[in-house]
């Protein structure tokens, strides 16, 4: 991957961070969004120990003008981004479906739904250029119970993804839609209080596992 540009949204922890950092380790250059600039200088301390680079970009997905400048900057710095990757969620707690309150709702909804659209909508001619354009998303299973606002979110954005892989199978971008083993994420963490979290699987064993996709294997 000497050369290539990935964009990695939500690349401050979880499979986000560690797709960005396996992603660097062998040669791409990484653009990492995130809202927590913390978390994304730790990561940047970890791409370069081992030997990779990194860009950070601070800011909200959901904040259409800033991804849209971002979008604008990475053309005009490199001409074209070659992966994208998407890990930026967001969970609300859990609660019966009668008491889902607007506000979680249309947080939901801005996170998982209209930030993602808007996103294929600025991604898309990023990568168009590239010589192998790709895509990769994350989905989930979830206990329904409780969990139905999330799980709404969820389904609309797995529409949106196999719509738009549909859409270019023959012409690309190439399009992937992984499901990570269940891994110790915050998000989780809310859907399953309790749980032993050391008999989960590591988000860098599933990046591992799962993006080598990307490298037709």
């Known amino acids: 991957m000497d050369g290539q540009i990935a964009l990695v949204t939500g690349a401050s922890r979880g499979i986000g961070a560690a797709s960005a950092e396996w992603l660097a380790a062998r040669g791409a ?16 301390d970890r791409i370069q120990a081992a030997g990779g ?8 997905v959901t904040d259409e003008g ?10 005009d710095r490199w001409g074209h981004a070659d992966i994208w990757v998407h890990s930026a969620f967001h969970a609300t707690a859990l609660t ?5 309150t607007a506000k979680d709702l ?8 209209r930030a993602l659209a808007r996103l294929i909508a600025l991604v898309d001619p990023l990568i ?3 010589p192998a354009p790709k895509a990769v998303f994350f989905d989930s299973d ?4 409780f969990a139905g606002g999330y799980g709404m979110s969820k389904a609309a ?13 023959k012409s690309g971008p190439e399009i992937h839609l992984l499901r990570p083993e269940p891994m110790p994420t915050a998000i989780r963490a809310r859907f399953y209080p309790g749980e032993d979290r050391d008999a989960l699987t590591s988000p860098r064993d599933e990046a591992a596992r799962l993006l080598p996709v990307l490298l037709g294997a």
């Open 157 to 169: 954005q797995r529409a949106l993804v196999e719509s738009w892989q549909a859409e270019t199978a």
């Open 66 to 75: 800033a991804m849209a400048h971002l979008c604008r900057s990475i053309h």
């Open 29 to 44: 250059h990484v653009v990492a969004v995130a809202r927590t600039t913390g978390a994304l200088e730790e990561l940047d």
């Open 106 to 113: 249309d947080r939901l909804i801005a996170t998982n739904i």
């Open 96 to 100: 019966p479906t009668p008491h889902l």
């Open 53 to 60: 680079k990194a860009t950070l970009a601070p800011m909200d």
């Open 142 to 145: 979830w206990d329904r119970k």
């Open 128 to 130: 168009a250029p590239s």
